[in-house]
Structure formats: structure tokens, C-alpha cells
């Protein structure tokens, strides 16, 4: 079993930067590998960005260029670095660990960017 603990979140204005942050349990965190999801209102969750066990990331779209994810495995944490928000990254932002085929989901944190 693998718990997560996100934090970080908040209100922010456009074109601020948050940074995001997510701490697993385990004693095996650096094989695990590492997303970022949201959920706004009314939409289905969606990956935002993950990271391999071997450091490889990915992003959707519309957050490239904006948004860093990173991991530091003797902490047993993963980072989401946003910047340049726009109010359409309001969402609350869950942490997801895939250890061996399982999902283990973060009880999610909210972001809402407004002036």
C-alpha cells in the first residue's frame, strides 16, 4: 500500500506560479512511476504530467513550456512547477503512484487561478 500526500496548492493570480508538491510512502519510491492528474469542475480527470523511474517526463499539451514535474527519490517526493497560470488550471490536482500495475491516487489538492 502506498500513501500519498499532496500540498501546495492555493489561489493565485494569472500568470503567478504555484509549485506542487507530493509525498509518497514506500520503500521502493524510486521505482515507482509518478503523475500528476486534475479534475475542474465538471470535467473528466486528466493527466496533466508524469515521470519515470528513470527520470523521463511527459506533459499534455497544453501545460508544456508552463508546467515542470520532477522527483527526488531520498525525499520520496514529486514536484509540479507551475508557472504562468491561467484560470483555465483551476482544478484540484491529485498525485498518482503506479507501483507493479497498481494506482495509488493522493487526496488531491485545489489550485484555483483568479484575479
Known amino acids: 500500500q502506498v500513501q500519498l500526500v499532496e500540498s501546495g496548492g492555493g489561489l493565485v493570480q494569472p500568470g503567478g506560479s504555484l509549485r506542487l508538491s507530493c509525498v509518497a510512502s514506500?520503500?521502493?519510491?524510486?521505482?515507482?512511476?509518478m503523475a500528476w492528474y486534475r479534475q475542474a469542475p465538471g470535467k473528466q480527470r486528466e493527466l496533466v504530467a508524469g515521470i519515470s523511474s528513470s527520470g523521463s517526463t511527459n506533459y499534455v499539451n497544453r501545460v508544456k513550456g508552463r508546467f515542470t514535474i520532477s522527483r527526488d527519490n531520498t525525499k520520496n517526493a514529486v514536484y509540479l512547477q507551475m508557472n504562468s497560470l491561467k484560470p483555465e488550471d483551476t482544478a484540484v490536482y491529485y498525485c498518482?503512484?503506479?507501483?507493479?500495475?497498481?494506482?495509488?491516487w493522493g487526496q488531491g489538492t485545489q489550485v484555483t487561478v483568479s484575479s
Open positions: 514506500g520503500s521502493f519510491f524510486s521505482d515507482y512511476y
Open positions: 498518482k503512484a503506479t507501483e507493479r500495475g497498481y494506482n495509488y
